[in-house]
């Protein structure tokens, strides 16, 4: 099976190359499109740049000293990393869009409550409470179903390079977030960031409603004719059975 999946690699790799995924036709356009705003979707929502000022934002939510902001940050890990759990036993069970609903929409309610407490109530339970359920909503969909989504997409001839530019903008989108996450806050208030976040990650719930199709229970034949289908291209389908057509035929084996 690792002879076969180096083969078919490289018989992709020949077959597309990068000019055609920089240009492509609609049904790869349209795989493109949803793999990758899916997997920059994990960074757009603020994680990384929540968990490298986690200390901050504690500070602004009211939290000084240092030994409780340490106590938060281990619950806080827990909590994210726990979740990661829950999303693997309920993925397959209720399917990958019901799960991105309840993490986005989690998501968009804590930092609501997160910023409205930091505009008026300042209170300091409710800043832990609003990140853990943050942090666990984002675990329960978003964080592990932004590799999925695209893993389950993208066809054979043009998985490897599909993926390498999908993990490519979410480092990108990771690192613009956290690198301008301060200025930001300065500029329109801890509170403010927050609202923004909490808007886009109300946008992904829209963005998933129309754009990405239900993959649970579906093979990749099945996606490459739901692309296909709704972009009215087979240009897709035609490279699958070119590569497939490609691929040499293995000589069988016979017991001696």
Same mark, same amino acid.
Do not use: H
């Given at each position: ?6 083969? &078919? ?10 000019? #055609? @995924? ?6 790869? &356009?349209?795989?493109?499109?949803? !793999? ?5 979707a994990q960074q757009v929502v603020g994680v ?17 000293? /240092? ?10 890990? /827990?909590?994210? #990393? ?17 799960? #991105? ?35 666990? =909503? #984002?675990?329960? !969909?978003? !964080? ?14 043009? &998985? ?6 999908? /993990? ?7 690192? @613009?977030?956290?690198? /301008?996450? @301060? =200025? ?6 801890? !509170? ?44 897709i389908l035609d490279l699958e059975s070119r ?10 084996? &016979?017991?001696?």
């Open positions: 099976e690792i002879e076969d999946a180096i083969e &078919r690699e490289e018989l992709a790799g020949n077959m597309v190359s990068w000019g #055609f @995924l920089l240009d492509p036709p609609d049904s790869v &356009r349209e795989m493109l499109i949803v !793999g990758i705003i899916m997997a920059c990384d740049a929540l968990q490298y000022y986690a200390i901050d934002l504690l500070e602004e939510g009211g939290i000084s000293s /240092t030994v409780n902001q340490l106590k938060v940050l281990i619950l806080l890990g /827990t909590i994210k #990393f726990s979740f990661i759990f829950v999303a693997a036993y309920y993925f397959d069970r209720v399917g990958r869009k019901t799960m #991105f609903y309840i993490s986005f929409s989690g998501m968009a309610i804590a930092l609501t409550v997160l910023a409205i407490n930091f505009w008026s109530i300042d209170n300091s339970v409710l800043s832990v409470c609003c990140l853990g359920v943050y942090f666990a =909503t #984002f675990s329960l !969909g978003i !964080g592990p179903g932004s590799w999925l989504i695209p893993a389950e997409i993208y066809a054979n001839c043009i &998985r490897a390079k599909a993926m390498a530019m999908s /993990t490519s903008f979410n480092r990108l989108v990771g690192s @613009l977030s956290a690198s /301008t996450f @301060l =200025t930001i806050a300065d500029a329109i208030s801890w !509170g403010g960031y927050m609202l923004v976040l909490a808007l886009i990650s109300v946008a992904f719930v829209a963005f998933v409603y129309l754009r990405v199709p239900e993959t649970n229970g579906r093979s990749l034949e099945d996606m490459l004719v739901y692309f296909a289908e709704i972009t009215n291209d087979q240009t590569l497939s057509r490609a691929r040499p035929a293995k000589p069988e084996s &016979r017991l001696v």
